[in-house]
């Protein structure tokens, strides 16, 4: 796809092609520059100025990206420091056997054998340079854990189904911050970014913040020696800009969709972002030269409305989870100088409904009346299940008493304010009551007989009378009383239970060297691309952690290819 096609949707050029570098007058210079400040912008930039290279790091906006406005998880194991600390015993081999299920072939065993291999040294790198990464253990499965907890099960290693295959070990590694900030699981990721922004910069990383990259600048071979972006011309334009911005972003946070009312401020906020991007038309083009090569890493395109209902349709219902500067933009540069594309249908949909446990030993069931999954498994396994499979429609069939089990399930410090939040306001406010199957069906619009031979089956696991085909432990299964029924909307487009989606498809890259590639699979000069802007380890199924993780690793893949081949 060209910036001529129709589903472009996208402010990006097409490339600028100069007969001499001569052509234009730069107005900067670097051994490296990258678009993009995330996660994996700060590790290239970091590696590159270890590695001897000058780096000029651009960013949009502030910097950060979806990493520092996530949970601040890095998915990690084969023994790394943290992982000792705490006596859990896992290793490389172990930690690819597991990753081999979730990743389905995304990326060469080779290559993910490397980003195991190469994770707990990550973690040590990462250490070097500020980042607290702790061993204190929450052992058992959960969305995310209480605040004091640094080290947990983010992914499905504790399901039955996948303990067959690799022995369970704690991998998501939280960025220390205090208890009372990580009350939370957003905006969090400054445990990781900050450290590495701030080593960074220490050893002399230059940067450009507010300024949004447009085009690609190729030579007549097609090497990429560069890049035309938009600044603002001064610092009270600049000021104004950012003033609307934080006024919408407040409005957005402090009124989510999920309350009452919240419309009147989303369209305030919407006035806000759309004056701030009227006072970005005054930006001026500047010409920057890229001496060794220039690094993707602007992340995925989930706030790119248009891009997701052509690519992934099935998704457009979901809650964009990242940051506006997901706009697919990387993805689209890449593109717009023969770079290939894979995998862009493919989304991860964050179904979690654990904490409280007690959902989760409930039913799950499609619009047939069926179940589709062991309950217990992670988040977003079950909503790219439900997605894909089921239309994204899915009910979470409880009982009475296992609603009362909630409530104390999410008492006081058992789980975090946002997760009690949700479990409450789905409570009070979200179920639907029946006192026989019957009459539940009639009130949820699911098929009858299907629910209800789909209960009398699933009590008879709860009796161990049966074994679940989907091998959920008896432990897990609560057995339901049929006379006093509750049912919660936990499709995809339910409106008291939003369920998070971000994309996972990107670019094709080298897997040795993260270099962009054509369609003929030839890697293009000059061009490399890591985390979300590129395929690998996190592009078929999300785990909690492994896209952060991927984003470390790729951008540290690229900054060393660079140094490697010049």
């Given at each position: 796809?060209?910036?001529?096609?129709?589903?472009?949707?996208?402010?990006?050029?097409?490339?600028?092609?100069?007969?001499?570098?001569?052509?234009?007058?730069?107005?900067?210079?670097?051994?490296?520059?990258?678009?993009?400040?995330?996660?994996?912008?700060?590790?290239?930039?970091?590696?590159?100025?270890?590695?001897?290279?000058?780096?000029?790091?651009?960013?949009?906006?502030?910097?950060?990206?979806?990493?520092?406005?996530?949970?601040?998880?890095?998915?990690?194991?084969?023994?790394?420091?943290?992982q000792k600390e705490?006596?859990?015993?896992?290793?490389?081999?172990?930690?690819?056997?597991?990753?081999?299920?979730?990743?389905?072939?995304?990326?060469?065993?080779?290559?993910?054998?490397?980003?195991?291999?190469?994770?707990?040294?990550?973690?040590?790198?990462?250490?070097?340079?500020?980042?607290d990464l702790r061993g204190t253990l929450w052992p058992e499965k959960t969305s995310y854990p209480a605040p004091q907890y640094f080290l947990y099960h983010s992914d499905n290693s504790l399901v039955p189904s996948y303990k067959k295959h690799a022995k369970p070990a704690a991998r998501g590694h939280r960025g220390y911050v205090p208890i009372k900030q990580g009350a939370k699981a957003t905006n969090l990721g400054g445990s990781i970014f900050d450290p590495l922004k701030t080593s960074a910069l220490s050893k002399g990383l230059n940067t450009l913040l507010f300024t949004e990259v447009r085009q690609l600048i190729i030579d007549e071979t097609g090497r990429v020696i560069g890049v035309k972006a938009l600044q603002f011309p001064n610092a009270e334009t600049l000021a104004n800009y950012k003033n609307l911005r934080q006024k919408a972003h407040k409005l957005l946070a402090m009124f989510p969709p999920i309350i009452p009312g919240s419309k009147f401020f989303f369209k305030k906020a919407m006035k806000h972002l759309k004056k701030a991007e009227d006072i970005a038309l005054q930006r001026k083009e500047i010409f920057i030269r890229a001496n060794k090569g220039v690094v993707l890493s602007a992340g995925g395109f989930v706030f790119n409305s248009k891009m997701v209902a052509h690519y992934a349709p099935?998704?457009?219902?979901?809650?964009?989870?990242?940051?506006?500067?997901?706009?697919?933009?990387?993805?689209?540069?890449?593109?717009?100088?023969?770079?290939a594309v894979d995998n862009m249908a493919r989304m991860t949909a964050w179904r979690f409904i654990n904490p409280p446990l007690s959902f989760a030993r409930g039913m799950i069931v499609n619009a047939q009346g069926k179940r589709f999954s062991d309950e217990m498994v992670y988040g977003a396994t079950l909503g790219v299940n439900m997605t894909e499979h089921h239309e994204g429609r899915a009910w979470l069939i409880l009982d009475k008493q296992l609603i009362k089990t909630a409530l104390d399930d999410v008492k006081g410090d058992k789980a975090l304010a946002f997760q009690r939040a949700l479990a409450k306001l789905n409570i009070y406010f979200g179920t639907k009551k029946a006192k026989s199957v019957q009459a539940l069906a009639a009130l949820i619009g699911v098929h009858p007989q299907g629910l209800h031979a789909e209960l009398t089956a699933y009590n008879r696991m709860a009796r161990g009378e049966i074994l679940d085909p989907f091998e959920k432990?008896?432990?897990?299964?609560?057995?339901?009383?049929?006379?006093?029924?509750?049912?919660?909307?936990?499709?995809?487009?339910?409106?008291?239970?939003?369920?998070?989606?971000?994309?996972?498809?990107?670019?094709?890259?080298?897997?040795?060297?993260?270099?962009?590639?054509?369609?003929?699979?030839?890697?293009?000069?000059?061009?490399?691309?890591?985390?979300?802007?590129?395929?690998?380890?996190?592009?078929?199924?999300?785990?909690?952690?492994?896209?952060?993780?991927?984003?470390?690793?790729?951008?540290?893949?690229?900054?060393?290819?660079?140094t490697q081949t010049h």
């Open positions: 796809m060209t910036p001529e096609h129709s589903h472009w949707h996208s402010s990006i050029e097409a490339p600028l092609k100069l007969t001499s570098s001569q052509d234009i007058s730069w107005s900067n210079e670097a051994d490296m520059v990258v678009i993009g400040f995330g996660g994996a912008g700060v590790a290239a930039a970091l590696q590159s100025i270890e590695n001897g290279l000058s780096v000029l790091a651009i960013d949009r906006f502030e910097g950060g990206g979806a990493t520092k406005a996530s949970g601040g998880v890095i998915y990690a194991g084969g023994g790394t420091a943290a705490a006596s859990i015993d896992d290793d490389p081999e172990n930690m690819f056997h597991y990753l081999k299920l979730e990743t389905q072939g995304i990326i060469s065993d080779e290559a993910l054998q490397d980003f195991c291999q190469k994770s707990a040294p990550t973690t040590d790198w990462l250490r070097a340079h500020g980042v099935k998704y457009k219902a979901g809650y964009p989870l990242g940051t506006d500067g997901d706009n697919g933009a990387g993805i689209r540069l890449g593109q717009s100088v023969g770079g432990a008896q432990d897990d299964i609560a057995e339901l009383d049929e006379s006093a029924l509750v049912a919660i909307d936990i499709g995809l487009s339910a409106k008291l239970f939003p369920c998070p989606t971000l994309t996972l498809g990107g670019l094709k890259v080298n897997e040795a060297t993260g270099a962009v590639q054509n369609n003929m699979g030839q890697d293009i000069q000059g061009l490399y691309a890591a985390g979300r802007n590129a395929i690998g380890v996190a592009s078929w199924n999300y785990i909690s952690g492994l896209s952060i993780a991927d984003c470390i690793y790729s951008g540290r893949r690229a900054a060393n290819a660079i």
